[in-house]
C-alpha cells in the first residue's frame, strides 16, 4: 500500500519560514519524480516544485523561485519543501505527490500518480 504523508504545516506569519517533509512508503522512492502542490480554497490545484529521482534536476513555479527549496533525501523516503519569506498569497493546503516509475520532470498534476493527504499552511500579514 502506497502512503504519502505530509507535516510541518503550521501558522505562520508573513516573512516567516517552514519547512514541509513529505515521508513516502510502499513505493520505490528513489525511482520517481517528486512534486509538491497547492491549493488555496476557491482556486484549482497549482504546481509548486518538482525534484528529479537523484535531485540533481529541480523545477519551481515561478511566484517561488528563489524562496522555496525542494530536495529529497532517498535514504529516508522523504521530499522536503523548505519555504522562505512566507507572504498570505502562499496560504494553501499543501500536497506532495509522486509520478509514475521512471517518468521525467512534469508539472501537470494528471501526471502524477500518488498524493498525501495534504498539510495546511496558513500565513498571516
Known amino acids: 500500500q502506497v502512503q504519502l504523508v505530509e507535516s510541518g504545516g503550521v501558522l505562520g506569519q508573513a516573512g516567516a519560514s517552514l519547512n514541509l517533509s513529505c515521508v513516502a512508503s510502499?513505493?520505490?522512492?528513489?525511482?520517481?519524480?517528486m512534486g509538491w502542490f497547492r491549493q488555496a480554497p476557491g482556486k484549482e490545484r497549482e504546481f509548486v516544485a518538482a525534484?528529479?529521482?537523484?535531485?540533481?534536476?529541480?523545477n519551481y513555479r515561478d511566484s517561488v523561485k528563489g524562496r522555496f527549496t525542494i530536495s529529497r533525501a532517498n535514504a529516508k523516503n522523504t521530499v522536503y519543501l523548505q519555504m522562505n519569506g512566507l507572504t498570505p498569497e502562499d496560504a494553501a493546503t499543501y500536497y506532495c505527490?509522486?509520478?509514475?516509475?521512471?517518468?521525467?520532470?512534469?508539472?501537470?498534476?494528471?501526471?502524477?500518480?500518488?498524493w498525501g493527504q495534504g498539510t495546511q499552511v496558513t500565513v498571516s500579514s
Open positions: 505527490a509522486a509520478t509514475p516509475f521512471r517518468k521525467g520532470m512534469t508539472e501537470r498534476s494528471e501526471d502524477y500518480q500518488y
Open positions: 510502499g513505493l520505490s522512492f528513489s525511482s520517481r519524480t
Open positions: 525534484i528529479s529521482w537523484a535531485g540533481g534536476n529541480t
